[in-house]
């Protein structure tokens, strides 16, 4: 199985969003994946280079 935190083989594919927990922290989450309790989606699932550019914070 591969890695769900890494891209898949195609980019384009919306395949990550991004959680935010009650204390801020963000993480990188694959889209087929429950969202934890405590966590709510901060960042619509989207391609893996859209959701780490915004953990990263850049705004493209």
């Known amino acids: 199985m591969p890695n769900p935190f890494e891209p ?14 009650a204390a801020g922290r963000q ?15 901060g960042f619509p699932a989207h391609t893996h280079h859209a959701c780490t550019a915004h953990l990263e914070g850049d705004p493209r």
């Open 27 to 41: 993480s990188l989450w694959p889209v087929f994946a429950e969202v934890p309790d405590g966590w709510t989606v």
């Open 8 to 21: 898949p083989d195609d980019p384009a594919e919306p395949s990550h969003l991004v959680l935010t927990n």
